[in-house]
């Protein structure tokens, strides 16, 4: 079942139905409005919720909390025995890659920043060079 409601009107939960709602829209955009309350719904079934919105155009807004944070921890797997490489990576990419800076936020020799950079990229087995590695593990690291 689909429902439009005119704009301004609020969605709201309904005893008994579980609902997916997208944020409100132009009717050019009624489409893409239609996957993104899809995407809700499915969010809403799986938390068992009544009633869950739309959270937004964002990259995080595609997956739950709950499949993303699964995603973290999948694909950071191989650090997860050493908190101090899960750290220096997080550091080290929030600081675009510079090793002194990183150094100095955490208080430790650039060359330790190095060989845990080094490290991660060996036991992650990527290129961390490699601009879509990058955001792809910032991802993870959001939700771990």
Do not use: K, Y
């Amino acid at each position: 079942v689909r429902i439009l409601l005119p704009a301004g009107r609020e969605v709201t939960a309904q005893p008994g139905w579980v609902l997916g709602a997208s944020d409100p829209v132009a009717p050019a955009d009624l489409g893409a409005a239609d996957t993104r309350a899809a995407r809700a719904l499915h969010r809403a079934m799986a938390t068992r919720s009544e009633l869950v919105r739309h959270r937004g155009t964002s990259l995080a807004a595609l997956l739950s909390p709950e499949e993303a944070a699964t995603h973290a921890r999948l694909r950071l797997a191989p650090l997860a025995d050493s908190p101090a490489l899960v750290e220096t990576l997080r550091s080290w990419l929030s600081l675009h890659g510079s090793w002194d800076r990183t150094a100095a936020a955490m208080d430790v020799h650039r060359n330790t920043v190095r060989q845990r950079i080094g490290r991660c990229a060996a036991l992650l087995d990527e290129d961390l060079d490699d601009a879509d590695v990058r955001m792809e593990l910032w991802f993870a690291l959001r939700w771990l």
